[in-house]
């Protein structure tokens, strides 16, 4: 069989392996920003968590990916195959990599401005939402991209215990010694990290219309 008549008689698997890729690296993303948020400004607003979330945050994205997918299942009751532990495992490490961009994210607001919204009457939450956050943003728009793109690779060793997403083509094309499967999923998750990249740019962009371009870089 040619590659071509490979691709062809297989675009329907592929395209559901290409939406179950996506969904499970952008789900995370947004579990993982959203739990990153409160820790990140915990660990900003005090000297002494600080160093104490980061460390611990900078532990839990050591601990390797296989065996956390191997873990959660044991530890949540879950099915090996269910892909709800990819989705928990993904989250626990975006947050382990937005908690201390966050943090630092809000560090970098001027003293001045927060000394200014305050003058203003602004109170803690809403100072947080209308001018901390809004600063931060480039910071923590960059901290995203790392983690999306992370989240893209990761996805894939779930492939090894049989859940569904682009890592497949690698094990099937690595079984029938057959290098289009997995061409097709190298170019698929690279065109992926790409897209959610581009989109988290625009995104940052859109949000601080004030910044200059470069500096989202």
Known sequence: M????????????????????????????????????????LAHRSRRLYPMLVALAGLVYTVPSLALFILLPKLLGTRILDPVNVVIALSVYTTALLVRVVADGLAAVP?????????????????????????????????????????????????????PQLGSLFTQGFQLHFFTPIVTGVVLSL???LV????????????????PRRSAR
């Open 2 to 41: 040619t590659a071509a008549e490979w691709l062809r008689h297989n675009a329907g698997e592929i395209a559901d392996l290409t939406a179950w890729h996506l969904w499970l690296s952008i789900l995370p993303l947004l579990i993982g920003l959203l739990v990153a948020l409160p820790l990140g400004r």
């Open 191 to 193: 065109v992926i990290a």
């Open 196 to 211: 959610l990249d581009g989109l988290i740019l625009l995104a940052g962009h859109s949000l601080t219309p004030w910044q």
């Open 111 to 163: 003293a001045d401005v927060i000394q200014s919204a305050h003058a203003m009457g602004y109170r803690s939450h809403q100072r947080l939402i209308r001018i901390e956050l809004p600063i931060a943003v480039p910071v923590i728009a960059a901290g995203l991209r790392v983690a999306a793109v992370s989240n893209v690779s990761i996805v894939s060793m779930a492939a090894l215990l049989g859940v």
